[in-house]
């Protein structure tokens, strides 16, 4: 089992940036591929970013690439979504999710582990 527990969703303006955080527990954290989604208010959870577990690669969806950062701290076991020039249609809630061993996957039915989320909300 893998407890995550995500961190850092608050309310910003349009423009502005947040760090979420999400801290893994309970197995050897570098054996997970580790992913961010997100879902809105009456829309399906979509990907936002994923990060492999042995050689780090990273992977966008379109809609943030170059606006979001994925990186992760194994000393720490975290895994972070840097979220800068945020728009309003950021607005949800993000979960961080894990995968245990193969390669880093973008579809959420593939990830094995899921926090709580935390909730992100970008005024215009």
């Known amino acids: 089992q893998v407890q995550l527990v995500e961190s850092g969703g608050g309310l910003v303006q349009a423009g502005g940036s947040l760090r979420l955080s999400c801290a893994a527990s309970?197995?050897?954290?570098?054996?997970?591929?580790m992913g961010w989604f997100r879902q809105a208010p009456g829309k399906e959870r979509e990907f936002v970013a994923a990060?492999?577990?042995?050689?780090?690669?990273?992977y966008y969806a379109d809609s943030v690439k170059g606006r979001f950062t994925i990186s992760r701290d194994t000393a720490k076991n975290t895994v972070y979504l840097q979220m800068n020039s945020l728009k309003p249609e950021d607005t949800a809630v993000y979960y961080c999710a894990a995968k245990e061993g193969g390669v880093v996957e973008t579809k959420g039915t593939l990830y094995d582990y899921w926090g709580q989320g935390t909730q992100v909300t970008v005024s215009s």
């Open positions: 990060i492999s577990r042995i050689i780090i690669n990273t």
């Open positions: 309970g197995r050897t954290f570098s054996n997970y591929n």
